[in-house]
């Protein structure tokens, strides 16, 4: 399967906190997108870092990405409680958008 | 921003009868339509790429009898699906990549829909 991996399944958090998420995929990539779900919802494009970039900044999201280890990550700072959904990266290399696993954050106030 | 409108948000049938979604792209054209399956707490897996004038291609292991996929026009693509069974509850998601973009950098989502047969 093409589908990526992200860990954790789930995290919990507090406000105030950081949360870190990871993403790991299997094949060579143009570029990796991070998305968002509120439950039972459509997606809402974050972030979207290109093969030969190295790391992004958008708001309280930082994404890096490590093309030789095949993995990327995604950090937000500062949680809120409306940050709670979950997030899925996403890689494409031709004509799909192939998306990993999830990770479901729920931040406590 | 581009706007994806996909109705409906859900529906409940009966089991055997068939179902239509509609995935519309309101304010730019789409070339691409992609349609995404999610089962509860799971990721989205990609079920199909719809291309506008031409025939679906669908993953392994999506039966193409069963989720019709038809995208006539440029701005809408439809999944039907065909004699729905309870294992077939889901929800269904489509995405449409803006025709001016020659990656997927624009590709936009919709709301998705959720199906419960009984």
């Known amino acids: 399967s093409q589908q990526g991996e992200e860990d954790p399944q789930a995290l919990s958090i507090q406000e105030g906190e950081n949360a870190t998420m990871n993403c790991s995929y299997k094949?060579?990539?143009?570029?990796l997108q991070w998305y968002r779900q509120n439950s039972g919802r459509g997606l809402v494009h974050l972030i979207l870092i290109r093969s030969n970039e190295r790391e992004k900044h958008s708001g309280r999201l930082r994404v890096t990405l490590d093309t030789s280890k095949k993995s990327s990550s995604l950090l937000i700072t500062a949680s809120r409680a409306a940050d709670t959904a979950s997030y899925f990266c996403a890689t494409s290399n031709t004509d799909k958008l192939i998306f990993g696993t999830g990770t479901r954050l729920q931040v406590f106030p | 921003g581009a706007v994806v409108s996909q109705h409906p948000s859900w529906v409940i049938c009966k089991s055997g009868t068939s179902v239509k979604i509609e995935c519309r792209s309101l304010d730019f054209q789409a070339t691409t339509m992609f349609w995404y399956r999610q089962f509860p707490k799971q990721s989205l897996m990609l079920m199909a790429t719809s291309n506008e004038g031409s025939k679906a291609t669908y993953e392994q292991g999506v039966e193409k009898d069963k989720f019709l996929i038809n995208h006539a026009s440029l701005t809408l693509s439809t999944l039907t699906v065909t004699s729905a069974h309870p294992e077939d509850s889901s929800f269904y998601i489509c995405?449409?990549?803006?025709?001016?973009?020659?990656?997927?950098?624009?590709?936009?989502f919709g709301s998705g829909t959720q199906l419960s047969v009984l």
């Open positions: 995405s449409a990549r803006d025709i001016r973009g020659g990656t997927l950098e624009k590709l936009f």
């Open positions: 094949t060579s990539i143009n570029n």
